[in-house]
């Protein structure tokens, strides 16, 4: 019915880039608002960023000033620029939308299957 569809994670030394990118596709009515979480071993899965179909974000603070957030409304689409990567970034981020689809007025939250990101020496 909804699929998300992620793509850019890999690995990556200290202090390098990647770019995720997840684009939502099927019988989806409004986006409301697209994100990235992210999960590390023994720890829960955490916020990482969130765009809204307006284009207000918001970031958790210790990534603030190196990842970025943006969203192509057109593609239904969510991009998450990471720059200056830290080993502590190494998770496996997962895509989120909140969205209504068909005829339901009520938004449901879906998720992608998730992306490797390791950082490492």
């Known amino acids: 019915q909804v699929q998300l569809v992620e793509s850019g994670g890999g690995l990556v030394q200290p202090g390098g880039s990647l770019r995720l990118s997840c684009a939502a596709s099927?019988?989806?009515?409004?986006?409301?608002?697209m994100g990235w979480y992210r999960q590390a071993p023994g720890k829960q899965r955490e916020l990482v960023a969130a765009?809204?179909?307006?284009?207000?974000?918001n970031q958790k603070d210790s990534v603030k000033g190196r990842f970025t957030i943006s969203r192509d409304n057109a593609k239904n689409t969510v991009y998450l620029q990471m720059n200056s990567l830290k080993v502590e970034d190494t998770a496996v981020y997962y895509c989120?939308?909140?969205?209504?689809?068909?005829?339901?007025?009520?938004?449901?939250?879906?998720w992608g299957q998730g992306t490797q990101v390791t950082v490492s020496s």
């Open positions: 099927g019988n989806i009515v409004t986006i409301y608002r």
């Open positions: 989120n939308a909140r969205l209504s689809v068909g005829s339901s007025l009520i938004p449901n939250d879906y």
């Open positions: 765009i809204t179909s307006g284009g207000s974000t």
